[in-house]
């Protein structure tokens, strides 16, 4: 079974609007970690926003916050007023166990998000 | 601030060629990690290191190999190159705090 899943191949937006990008997560630990990263054309990976599992907000960097939902074991990206710059690939990842031990990720298979103006 | 750096950018081996993908990193960094990325998919774990000497698998090692001589440099070195490692591939450190990963800016691999 699949640990993350993102059920959008691609998403399309028009600029200034809002966006959400959706990521479903499955771990029986009680302690894990979730993060987002984007991957312009350029090609390198770009951290966006974590949120760990005992975190009571939902984490949020500039514009992006993190929608999480524990008990549906969800963790979309919220894209606020979005940009031509914010497209891009979108990967959901999630580390296991707690912080300190082998940090591994587990990355989703991304949503590819257009921009329009 | 050199981050993580990974050399070549591009490699062409052929098929049976041995050869080695560098990562160094300057930020002290105890954890380091290989992935590789094929078309339309996300990142899978090749190996990873939790410090100096200590290496492990992580989900596709099969024709990999590594080794962590120093805090620096992990570098990752295909035996036998095969067409079904024609990826791009990605070295990774991170403190080990959970905060996110530092990555370089990837080597694409073609097998020829």
């Known amino acids: 079974a699949q640990k993350i899943t993102q059920t959008q191949p691609g998403m399309f937006v028009q600029e200034k609007e809002a966006v959400t990008l959706d990521c479903t997560y499955d771990t029986s630990d009680q302690s894990y970690g979730l993060f987002w990263y984007k991957q312009p054309s350029s090609g390198e990976m770009i951290f966006l926003i974590y949120q760990g599992s005992y975190d009571e907000q939902n984490a949020t960097e500039g514009r992006y916050s993190l929608n999480f939902q524990k008990a549906r074991k969800s963790a979309n990206l919220v894209i606020s007023a979005s940009q031509l710059g914010d497209s891009a690939m979108y990967f959901c990842a999630m580390r296991e166990g707690a912080q300190g031990g082998s940090e591994k990720l587990v990355f989703g298979k991304g949503t590819k998000l257009t921009v329009n103006p | ?112």
């Open chain 2, 1 to 112: 601030n050199a981050g993580v750096t990974q050399t070549p950018k591009f490699r062409i081996p052929k098929i049976g060629q041995s050869m080695t993908l560098q990562c160094t990193q300057d930020m002290n960094h105890n954890y380091m990690y290989w992935y590789r990325q094929d078309p339309g998919m996300g990142l899978k774990l090749i190996y990873y290191s939790v410090g100096a000497g200590i290496t492990d698998k992580g989900e596709v090692p099969n024709g990999y190999n590594v080794s962590r001589s120093t805090t620096e440099d992990f570098p990752l070195r295909l035996e036998l190159a095969a067409p079904s490692q024609t990826s791009v591939y990605f070295c990774a450190s991170s403190y080990g705090w959970g905060n996110g990963y530092t990555f370089g800016s990837g080597t694409r691999l073609t097998v020829v």
